[in-house]
């Protein structure tokens, strides 16, 4: 590759500003745009459902720290409309098209809205995904509003609750599954979350889906109709109910992107619809579905912060020619609420056992590893992250299930169902 080539970087948020230092960093030394649809430079997210919205941090505040000198040309505030396979052309909404010869496709998710459009367009509906959501939300809190409804008890949805009641909020928060991240750590685990929640005061609705959000007649919500019958009452409303990957722009491009996201090979190469590898096109962080050594069941897309600088870098040195082993990076991801720090490494996809290994489930501070047909897959953890980068070991190692037994803090260790729901519910 001509160290002068032109390299459009689509996607002007972690992955994509990621991308681009690794880019320089491994020896490109010609022109580099990025583009984002945000009017904003790139920002870190996960403050955005936590000390944003209590206060603590500013949403002008969060920016993401860049090495100097890279020499970026920046086309912020201008989202990405179409690609040109064949010009080799990105077209932009100011109807531009911006030429390139190598791309990284860096798209990200957005927040998937409430289902009703009327409804989802009430004042005081909001989601959390981006700066400007979260700056709305911070006011809407600042308020004080007599309750907040939280849609969904995801990882947003939980952070969220934790905000709101760290700054004296009264919450109701609705989720159709039986527990908290029901989806990610299965019912088993996900009740020392549903535990967390009703300690901190949460008004916290299991197995409740939300019918309805109800407008006052003047164009505000005033609450939600309950599956079933029953109401709550609540001037502002959060929808949290996971999140959407930008790929609508790729359409009809010859790309196979989809729903689920753009599809890669091992190497963060982009396929086509025949399924080859497109020369000089790659994609990374949240957009990206690509193939994982670890995992058996297909390609997987990760909405991990770590997970979009690993991959942002390894698709840098595909772009350049550079690449060496597939990308491996083993999962992890953090979050952190009601003062606990959960952290996992791993995927509990398909999990089929589940056991604590190390601390005290009742106290909240404890290691729960996954298994699968035997091998250990994952591992998370509450307030204790010691173990993880030894379990993560053994999940790379795909060492047998349970990995590790006999150790000095360990006491008597029983494999159970995890309690994955057949049928993740959303709303």
Request: hydrophobic residues 45%; contains cysteine; proline residues 7%.
């Amino acid at each position: 590759m001509a160290d002068r080539d032109r390299i459009l970087v689509v996607g002007a948020s972690l992955a994509g500003l990621r991308g681009a230092e690794a880019l320089r960093r491994h020896g490109h030394a010609g022109p580099i745009t990025l583009v984002g649809d945000e009017p904003y430079p790139p920002y870190d997210r996960p403050p955005l459902s936590k000390r944003v919205l209590t206060g603590e941090a500013r949403a002008d505040r969060i920016a993401l720290p860049s090495r100097p000198g890279l020499d970026l040309t920046w086309r912020l505030g201008t989202a990405a409309v179409g690609l040109d396979l064949a010009a080799r052309e990105v077209a932009l909404a100011t109807g531009e098209r911006l030429p390139f010869d190598r791309l990284l496709i860096a798209t990200g998710t957005r927040a998937r809205p409430w289902p009703n459009a009327a409804e989802a367009a009430l004042a005081g509906v909001h989601s959390v995904r981006n700066r400007d959501d979260s700056e709305r939300l911070r006011g809407a809190l600042a308020a004080a509003p007599r309750r907040v409804l939280i849609i969904g008890a995801g990882f947003i949805g939980c952070e969220a609750a934790s905000a709101c009641r760290s700054i004296g909020l009264p919450v109701t928060l609705a989720d159709p599954n039986p527990t908290p991240l029901a989806s990610v750590l299965g019912t088993r685990i996900g009740a020392a979350v549903a535990a967390m929640l009703r300690e901190a005061g949460v008004d916290y609705r299991p197995s409740t889906r939300v019918e309805a959000l109800e407008s006052d007649g003047e164009g505000r919500v005033r609450g939600a109709r309950l599956v079933g019958g029953g109401t709550v009452a609540a001037p502002v409303v959060i929808v949290a109910l996971g999140a959407l990957r930008n790929t609508e722009w790729l359409a009809g491009s010859g790309l196979a992107a989809d729903a689920g996201g753009v599809a890669c090979d091992g190497q963060c190469r982009v396929l086509d619809r025949d399924g080859r590898a497109v020369e000089g096109i790659a994609a990374a962080g949240d957009v990206a579905r690509f193939p994982h050594p670890l995992f058996e069941d297909g390609p997987v897309a990760l909405e991990h912060w770590g997970h979009a600088v690993a991959q942002a870098e390894h698709a840098a040195r595909t772009l350049l020619g550079q690449a060496g082993a597939p990308y491996a990076e083993i999962p992890a991801f953090w979050s952190s609420q009601f003062d606990v720090n959960i952290k996992s490494v791993g995927l509990t996809n398909g999990a089929d056992s589940v056991a604590v290994t190390q601390g005290d489930f009742g106290a909240r501070r404890f290691v729960a590893v996954y298994g699968r047909n035997g091998r250990t897959v994952a591992a998370v953890s509450f307030d204790q992250t010691r173990w993880l980068p030894a379990y993560a070991g053994r999940i790379e190692a795909r060492a047998a299930f349970p990995p590790i037994l006999g150790a000095t803090d360990q006491g008597r260790v029983a494999p159970a169902d995890p309690g994955f729901p057949a049928s993740p519910a959303r709303g």
